[in-house]
């Protein structure tokens, strides 16, 4: 069998479309009602990716998505009813890798399935090695455990935080455009707007509010460090 796919969805139509698409492309899928529910097959046997409805009794998918990422990196796909861009941006803030609209196309889903795993691949196998641990001034980053510290205390991040962050110091005083970010933080399938940029880093100000995060007024971002102003 192949990958295993948890989908978390209450409507039972739903259920059994992604269902028999996921299974027609060879992955082994189980069915959640409720985030609750996911969470125990989660702590039991858990999946290879989600697949996760936002609208959800009792806990909903965002809650559940945030849960998830405070111990995994695992692929989430979020579908939900919602279509506005502040819901697109929250949802793949909390930590989801891809977002689709309901109503969706099975096969869209099953594409960008088949994408989000190429992906997970080709980072676990292809990359680099690399130092665990990067430095800058007062700013430690734990590459391995994904953790932030800033002038000795410890920050949580979100997933694409830690990304762009990460980003930045390994690249410092360069500026990078909000098109390069997009596409070096959320894919180069990502199809959203450039506000999700901008709005990930009014998120690290305000969390760092001490930290050398510049604009490049007309073009994109930068972390600068060492440069006379």
Avoid: H
Wanted: glycine share 6%.
């Amino acid at each position: 069998m192949g990958n295993r796919i948890g989908v978390v969805e209450d409507d039972v139509n739903i259920q059994n479309i992604v269902s028999a698409y996921l299974k027609k492309e060879g992955y082994d899928v189980i069915i959640s009602d409720t985030a609750e529910a996911a969470w125990e097959i989660w702590e039991t046997y858990p999946p290879d990716m989600w697949i996760l409805d936002i609208m959800l009794p009792g806990m909903d998918g965002y809650e559940f998505c945030k849960k998830i990422r405070n111990e995994s990196e695992v692929p989430i796909i979020i579908i939900s009813a919602k279509d506005e861009e502040i819901d697109k941006i929250l949802g793949l803030e909390l930590g989801g890798d891809d977002y689709l609209t309901k109503p969706f196309s099975p096969r869209e889903l099953v594409a960008r399935v088949k994408r989000l795993f190429k992906r997970a691949f080709l980072k676990n196998n292809n990359e680099e090695p690399t130092q665990e641990k990067v430095k800058i001034d007062q700013l430690l980053i734990n590459k391995e455990e994904r953790r932030i510290f800033y002038k000795g205390e410890e920050y949580e991040v979100t997933t694409k935080e830690f990304d762009m962050l990460l980003l930045l110091v390994e690249n410092v005083n360069r500026a990078f455009s909000r098109e390069e970010l997009l596409i070096k933080i959320w894919g180069d399938d990502y199809f959203g707007s450039d506000r999700a940029v901008d709005d990930l880093v009014k998120r690290l100000r305000k969390k760092l509010p001490d930290l050398p995060l510049e604009t490049v007024w007309g073009f994109g971002y930068r972390l600068r460090y060492g440069e006379e102003t």
